[in-house]
């Protein structure tokens, strides 16, 4: 979910975004994009195939076999250890039959695991869906898995979700709900980050929307937080860290925490978005961060990082066709060497409103003023979904989807690739692009509230290089619409 919507069961069910099991290994795939390291599938075989739980209507669809919205993580001692997690057979009206994660200890070869986040994964938590998953790696190597169960059939009901693994990836222990609730609140975006510098220690950060009772004129949605500091064996009882009160019909959304190695400095990233009384048309929205120098006791006031300009996602030769990529989500990273803070994000500033770009805005005062966007995307075409990370070198590597091969009048495809940019110590006048992976057609995805193969994708630093993970598409293959991706992109990107 990437907009507020009243919280009744039809109505979420209507938008929502929202143990190991061995498979046969994943091996490269031919490709992989224009002059880079072959793409590796990490999406093996369907470990919830046979799970009957989660219609909530015979209008309900479950997309069997495929996997959408992957995040990544790599264990920052060795760049071969990675963990991958997605969703896990999609359904239309919101969330999938539950969460996977791929695991590697050589960074090629994968094997799977099932999150214990929904009840169709063996030993998994009483929900009957899952979303949103998230993945870190602490520097003591403790892996922290996030996501959220959702309840629509007994009841409309969601829980925020963690688990730990302490061999990589393969087993997960320590299942957690951190925080759970009933309608009329709805939670919403969380993610997690394992603290860099504090060992056994990782923060999970999520939207609560409040709308008592029920309707137009009375939604809240501030930011609420929960820690751990014992490796994910215990975590705090939720609490609200941004406060949304002031001004009424506000929410947050897309909250995620990036933490300065030389200070400690905890930066949560956020937008910020305030509604019309009868909650149909948005009246202003700013991405916003806040910031903890105690490992998040306290926090400041928030700081205005840049407008959020984005317009809806669709097809631009059939508007008619919406998509589902990362509009209202920001993507934060800090350098770990100068403390620069930057963040990525779809906007609308160098189009004149027509569609998205990704633009980005950069910090060197530790958050308190921000510069006027850089457009990072060919400006001729729409883009989506950028993920940012930044190396040791002090390299700013971005990824996302364009469209650049559609061509005009082309309204049964809609051909689709994945591009990184690389700016060499965040310099824009020395940035450069290219396709990271195959061109495939965004159409293929399954369809829930729009095409789509996730919010967010993810873009770690690693070692000297970068390794990202993506979804593609596969052409006619209704059983296995889309999988997912990943690649290592080395020192030569620069």
């Not at 979420?12 to 099991?21: G, N, R, S």
């Not at 069997?64 to 999609?90: A, I």
Request: hydrophobic share 35%; glycine share 10%.
């Amino acid at each position: 979910m990437r907009a507020f919507v009243p919280l009744t069961a039809a109505a979420a069910a209507a938008v929502l975004l929202a143990t190991v099991t061995a498979a046969a290994p994943a091996s490269a795939d031919p490709g992989g994009g224009s002059g880079g390291a072959p793409l590796v599938r990490v999406s093996h075989g369907d470990p919830y195939a046979d799970c009957t739980i989660g219609a909530v209507s015979p209008d309900s669809v479950v997309y069997p076999g495929s996997e959408v919205e992957p995040y990544l993580s790599v264990d920052p001692h060795d760049p071969k250890r990675v963990v991958t997690v997605y969703q896990q057979d999609r359904w239309n009206d919101g969330g999938a039959r539950g969460l996977v994660a791929s695991w590697s200890t050589d960074g090629r070869t994968f094997r799977q695991s099932t999150l214990p986040f929904s009840l169709c994964a063996p030993g998994g938590a009483d929900f009957e869906r899952a979303t949103d998953p998230w993945v870190s790696t602490g520097p003591d190597g403790i892996v922290y898995a996030g996501g959220e169960g959702v309840d629509f059939v007994k009841s409309t009901r969601t829980g925020l979700l963690a688990a730990t693994s302490r061999d990589g990836g393969r087993s997960w222990q320590n299942v957690t709900t951190t925080h759970v609730d009933e309608q009329p609140f709805f939670n919403d975006k969380p993610s997690i980050t394992a603290d860099p510098v504090r060992k056994g220690t990782a923060y999970q950060v999520w939207n609560r929307l409040d709308n008592d009772p029920p309707g137009p004129g009375s939604l809240d949605g501030p930011g609420y937080i929960s820690l751990t500091r014992d490796g994910g064996r215990t975590w705090s009882r939720a609490r609200k860290f941004v406060d949304t009160a002031a001004v009424p019909n506000t929410q947050t959304i897309g909250h995620q925490i990036v933490v300065n190695r030389q200070s400690g400095a905890l930066y949560d990233f956020f937008d910020r978005i305030t509604y019309s009384a009868d909650l149909g048309t948005v009246v202003e929205a700013h991405y916003q961060v806040v910031t903890s120098a105690d490992a998040g006791e306290t926090w400041s006031a928030p700081v205005t990082v840049a407008r959020d300009t984005s317009v809806p996602e669709v097809d631009p030769n059939d508007p008619g066709k919406p998509l589902r990529a990362g509009s209202t989500l920001p993507s934060p990273a800090v350098d770990p060497k100068t403390g620069t803070l930057y963040m990525a994000y779809e906007g609308a500033d160098f189009s004149g409103g027509s569609f998205n770009s990704v633009q980005l805005v950069r910090s060197r005062d530790d958050g308190r003023t921000w510069t006027a966007p850089e457009l990072i995307s060919p400006g001729a075409v729409p883009a989506f979904s950028p993920s940012i990370a930044v190396d040791e070198r002090g390299t700013v590597a971005l990824t996302y989807y364009d469209l650049r091969f559609l061509k005009p009048g082309d309204t049964t495809t809609l051909p689709t690739a994945y591009q990184l940019a690389t700016l060499p110590h965040g310099d824009p006048g020395r940035r450069t692009e290219r396709r990271i992976s195959r061109v495939f057609d965004w159409l293929q995805a399954p369809f829930a509230g729009g095409y789509f193969l996730g919010d967010y994708q993810g873009l770690v630093a690693s070692g000297k290089g970068f390794r990202a993970v993506l979804t593609e598409t596969r052409a006619n293959a209704p059983q296995n619409r889309t999988d997912v991706y990943t690649t290592t992109l080395g020192p030569d990107t620069d």
